[in-house]
């Protein structure tokens, strides 16, 4: 993603605009699910760790120091190893 449309899209999440969100999942959901599915081996389980991952990033956090896709990617994984060693997650309200 070229460096002005990454600091467009973080600037909408910082703002909490909906279209930002929709735009990075547009971008990157399909990878974060794929990745999931493949650490987890359990659909409904892959689809759970995403929506966490969104709903963090929809709630609270648009990461400064790392291209979104790699911060994504490194909180699917979070969330699969928490997944997995039947760690149970908060829900962000």
């Given at each position: 993603m070229p460096v002005l449309r990454e600091r467009r899209l973080?600037?909408?999440?910082?703002r909490?605009?909906?279209?930002?969100?929709v735009e990075l999942y547009d971008r990157h959901g399909g990878s974060c699910?794929?990745?999931?599915?493949?650490?987890?081996?359990?659909p409904p389980?892959?689809?759970?760790?995403?929506?966490e991952v969104y709903l963090r990033v929809r709630r609270q956090f648009v990461p400064?120091?790392?291209?979104?896709?790699?911060?994504?990617?490194?909180e699917t994984r979070l969330m699969a190893r928490l997944h997995s060693a039947g760690v149970p997650?908060?829900?962000?309200?």
């Open positions: 973080r600037a909408m999440l910082r909490g605009e909906v279209d930002g969100l699910l794929a990745l999931a599915g493949e650490l987890v081996g359990e389980a892959a689809h759970e760790i995403v929506f400064r120091h790392l291209p979104l896709r790699t911060w994504l990617r490194e997650r908060l829900r962000l309200s």
